[in-house]
């Protein structure tokens, strides 16, 4: 009697080599790559590397099927090696719902920052825009090879688009805030303790109806409207949500904000707004309105851009640290490149007082029956 034969097992792979993984996926990757486009898998490479050896049609093409099949090569790390690429892109993403414009005096701030920092490094800068809906444009510099890697300044609402880029291993830093499960490296200011610092100055001079101009959905703006509602609980204060005027980073819209709750009668003594230019647009309103900063109202901003102390009247802020920022943002990210660790950054804040807010302080209150 032939008795049947067992079923021959597969040989397991042993333990340092995980089946198609590593620099053998990217071999396969590559080879679907050079397939699908019709060339030899050496013109994907030169390709991939942003040889002008390849026509920028080919390039063009072969660089659309990468992405497409999620295929990504470290052209930045290659090239920084190699000594030849010294670019860094800094990209400023165009948010529709921000309405935060290049020219935004912030912006021109952290550029400065940026190239200084750059400079100092022997490093050269790419400035462009991108729209923020659209993000993985950004790669696009990376994947030709144009720079090595990618500093962003703007978070706006796209964090999943952002930890889409990290995945696929853009070499890219972002100025923001940090977020949980967050894949890509954040460099930002302090912005919980930043709200919490304007909201209890404006605590200590007396106010107790505070305005809050900013839009919460924005991760740093969310972040400075909990430092601002944990100041108010701590004094025993209820939030009121007639108090919050949510609006983009847009003069305009805060005009018209702070313009609707005077029209409406909703009272308040203090104004928090989350830029140094919401808190100017501010206080144009309040003074059409013949309310007196600081007297009536006293008002308090935050960046510490450059004419904050120029404004009529000198406007308090929360000094975001933009000097040291260039300088964060830049190390972070070539230790990105290089494959190191680099775990989000959050840089101190401090208040700025100036005639904005320095109206006399509240008188201690007595205890009843003293």
């Not at 790419?126 to 993000?135: I, K, Y």
Request: charged share 20%; proline share 6%.
């Amino acid at each position: 009697m032939v008795k049947p034969k067992k079923p021959v097992k597969a040989a397991a792979a042993p333990a340092d080599q995980a089946p198609v993984q590593g620099a053998d996926r990217k071999r396969l990757q590559m080879a679907d790559i050079a397939r699908l486009a019709g060339v030899s898998v050496s013109t994907v490479s030169r390709a991939l590397a942003g040889s002008e050896r390849i026509g920028k049609e080919t390039r063009d093409r072969i660089a659309d099927l990468a992405r497409s099949l999620h295929y990504s090569i470290n052209v930045g790390a290659q090239n920084l090696r190699l000594g030849q690429n010294r670019t860094i892109a800094v990209v400023i993403p165009y948010d529709r719902g921000s309405r935060q414009h290049i020219s935004d005096p912030f912006f021109l701030s952290m550029v400065g920052s940026l190239a200084d920092a750059l400079t100092e490094r022997g490093f050269d800068m790419l400035l462009s825009r991108v729209d923020a809906d659209n993000l993985d444009s950004a790669a696009r510099v990376i994947e030709t090879g144009v720079a090595f890697g990618v500093i962003l300044i703007g978070q706006w609402r796209h964090h999943d688009q952002l930890n889409a880029l990290a995945a696929r291993r853009v070499p890219i830093v972002v100025w923001g805030a940090q977020f949980p499960q967050q894949l890509y490296c954040t460099v930002g200011g302090d912005n919980l303790a930043g709200g919490a610092l304007a909201t209890q100055h404006l605590l200590d001079l007396g106010a107790r109806r505070i305005a809050f101009v900013g839009d919460p959905d924005l991760p740093e703006v969310s972040h400075r409207h909990r430092g601002h509602v944990d100041r108010l609980k701590a004094a025993g204060l209820v939030p009121d949500a007639a108090l919050l005027v949510n609006v983009p980073f847009d003069a305009d819209q805060a005009r018209a904000g702070i313009t609707r709750l005077c029209e409406r009668g909703v009272a308040f003594d203090a104004v928090f707004a989350c830029s140094d230019v919401l808190a100017s647009a501010a206080m144009q309103v309040l003074q059409l309105f013949g309310r007196r900063v600081p007297d009536d109202v006293a008002v308090v901003g935050y960046d510490d851009i450059e004419w904050a102390s120029h404004s009529n009247p000198p406007l308090t802020t929360v000094r975001q640290p933009i000097a040291r920022a260039g300088v964060e943002l830049v190390d972070a990210l070539l230790r990105t490149v290089q494959g190191e660790p680099a775990p989000p950054r959050i840089l101190p804040v401090e208040l700025v007082v100036r005639a904005s807010s320095t109206r006399a302080p509240a008188p201690p209150r007595r205890p009843r029956g003293a």
